[in-house]
T-cell receptor, first 110, second 114 residues
């Protein structure tokens, strides 16, 4: 079945790098995504990676995909207080229906 | 300017009541979704509609009935509300059903059932 797991909480200092990890179980995932949810707001797509890629970089964001281990990570360089939010990993298989992880709350302290 | 809007933003009601949440998107998308986010922030798909037709209907009680009068609207009607229905409900839309159709989310409707 489909299952996406994430650690629930991460705390870092401003300026450090943050790494948020995710594991998924369905090997037929076509795309994997990272969404950001700020307090009281909807989800915003941050970045995505196709399942035949192993890395994608987008400014301060780096996504690493280890398809063998079904492990996805999001690295945020030079983390800022504005990055404090909940980050959701999600996968899709074929259709655009997403299966989300439970979210990782990132807290950035000054 | 709002891409995906939901009304109301907050909804407090008593058990047993019937309520509706409305969603509208002005992006010209043909696919719309309802998600439920529980108190532990777990986000799960409930329904998806493509061109006003139901595509996905996860295991949701039949007290929940989505209605899509046109491609820009997907409303969610809930009958006989229960305490466990308390959650934040997010509407989303995308263009097409393909895997990389970026979904745009509304701000959410916080439903509290007392």
């Amino acid at each position: 079945g489909e299952d996406v797991e994430q650690s629930l909480f991460l705390s870092v200092r401003e300026g450090d790098s943050s790494v948020i990890n995710c594991t998924y179980t369905d090997s037929s995932s076509t795309y994997l995504y990272w969404y950001k949810q700020e307090p009281g707001a909807g989800l915003q797509l941050l970045t995505y990676i196709f399942s035949n890629m192993d890395m994608k970089q987008d400014q301060r964001l780096t996504v690493l995909l280890n398809k063998k281990d079904k492990h996805l990570s999001l690295r945020i360089a030079d983390t800022q207080t504005g990055d404090s939010a909940i980050y959701f990993c999600a996968e899709s298989i074929g259709y655009s229906t997403l299966t989300f992880g439970k979210g990782t709350m990132l807290l950035v302290s000054p | 300017d709002t891409a995906v809007s939901q009304t109301p933003k907050y909804l407090v009601t008593q058990m047993g009541n019937d309520k509706s949440i409305k969603c509208e998107q002005n992006l010209g998308h043909d696919t719309m979704y309802w998600y439920k986010q529980d108190s532990k922030k777990f986000l799960k798909i409930m329904f998806s509609y493509n061109n006003k037709e139901l595509i996905i209907n996860e295991t949701v009680p039949n007290r929940f009935s989505p209605k899509s009068p046109d491609k820009a609207h997907l409303n969610l009607h809930i009958n006989s509300l229960e305490l466990g229905d308390s959650a934040v409900y997010f509407c989303a839309s995308s263009q097409g059903l393909q895997a990389l159709a970026e979904q745009y989310f509304g701000p959410g409707t916080r439903l509290t059932v007392t």
